[in-house]
Nanobody, 123 residues
């Protein structure tokens, strides 16, 4: 059974930083693409970042490019999202997702999802 557990969310002031973690219980983690998505109140879920199994392919949403960094540690079955220069528009529930295959920005192509972690940025 696949489980994804996010952690690291919280309340931070604008301009601050947070680091999200997603621990995955997937036997094939080292061949799994991982992604981060977010959903703000009243809005649709949107893509944030994704990383291929090897880390060689990474995509970011334009809204977070230059501020967020996705990384992974295959030895720990964990993917990270370092978020810097946060602003109130980044407030959302952040979800970790996994798929067997190449990295993609399309959420419907991810078969496994975590429960989400709340990130709130105050102005």
């Amino acid at each position: 059974q696949v489980q994804l557990v996010e952690s690291g969310g919280g309340l931070v002031q604008a301009g601050g930083s947070l680091r999200l973690s997603c621990a995955a219980s997937i036997r094939t983690f080292s061949s799994t693409a991982m992604g981060w998505f977010r959903q703000a109140p009243g809005k649709e879920r949107e893509f944030v970042a994704t990383i291929s199994w090897s880390g060689s392919t990474i995509y970011y949403a334009d809204s977070v490019k230059g501020r967020f960094t996705i990384s992974r540690d295959n030895a720990k079955n964990t993917v990270y999202l370092q978020m810097n220069s946060l602003n109130p528009e980044d407030t959302a529930v952040y979800y970790c997702a996994a798929r067997i295959g190449v990295a993609t920005i399309r959420d419907r192509e991810y078969g496994y999802w975590g429960q989400g972690t709340q990130v709130t940025v105050s102005s």
